[in-house]
């Protein structure tokens, strides 16, 4: 079942402000992926952290790797109306041969102009 | 152009008539998985493949089935589908290597009346 506890579910931001959300387990990850879903379209990804502690950026986007390997984090800095979407958490699980990829619930960014 | 093909794009179909949604990557990926999205549940597992002839259930397998005959191919097969099955479906394909990010296809809509 679901292993990953995505927060908020839903944003509703005035263009140009910033941006957070996070994702927590119970269970230690691998890696921590963020993704982007557009409307009638499959989700892209956006960041992959690898190690535990790591902060990436990927232009106005920042998403970090929690330190316990067990949470993360993604901000936005001065959001734009392409923003708009919603937004997977995902992590590794397991080892070679038994790794999952697991999904949080998402968060859907509505902006207004 | 690297991509993850699904057919159709839009589905309506009634109670009990069995259809298949195919899926097709060109990237030479052993790892293949479909996933349902439901509002507020996120992307949920169905059936998973690591490889050709390697099939297994994912999170809510129940009313689905899939084959991998072929590498790039493994379609999903609904052989009687109910209205609780209405949802989108993504197929996705990834490297059988550890740690890799799933590339996912444009989704599928199906409605069951």
């Known amino acids: 079942g679901q292993q990953l506890n995505q927060s908020p579910q839903s944003m509703f931001i005035q263009e140009g402000e910033d941006v957070s959300m996070n994702c927590t387990s119970s269970s230690i990850f691998n890696t921590w992926l963020w993704y982007k879903q557009d409307p009638g379209e499959g989700p892209v990804l956006l960041i992959a952290l690898y190690k535990a502690g790591e902060l990436t950026s990927n232009g106005r986007l920042t998403a970090q790797f929690g330190i316990t390997r067990k949470d993360s984090f993604l901000n936005i800095s001065a959001s734009i109306p392409s923003d708009v979407g919603i937004y997977f958490c995902a992590g590794h699980r397991g080892v070679q041969g038994a790794q999952k990829l697991v999904f949080g619930q998402g968060t859907r960014l509505t902006i207004n102009p | 152009e690297a991509q993850v093909t699904q057919n159709p794009r839009y589905l309506i179909t009634v109670t009990g008539k069995k259809l298949t949604v195919t899926c097709s990557q060109n990237m030479n990926h052993e790892y293949m998985s479909w996933y349902r999205q439901d509002p507020g549940l996120g992307l949920r597992q169905i059936y998973y493949?690591?490889?050709?002839?390697?099939?297994d259930k994912g999170d809510v397998p129940e009313g689905y089935k899939v084959s991998r005959k072929e590498k790039r191919n493994f379609p999903l097969i609904l052989e009687s589908p109910s209205p609780n099955q209405t949802s989108l479906y993504f197929c996705?394909?990834?490297?059988?290597?550890?740690?890799?990010?799933?590339?996912f296809g444009q989704g599928t809509r199906l409605t069951v009346v």
């Open positions: 996705a394909s990834r490297t059988g290597q550890l740690n890799t990010e799933a590339f």
């Open positions: 493949s690591m490889n050709v002839e390697v099939t």
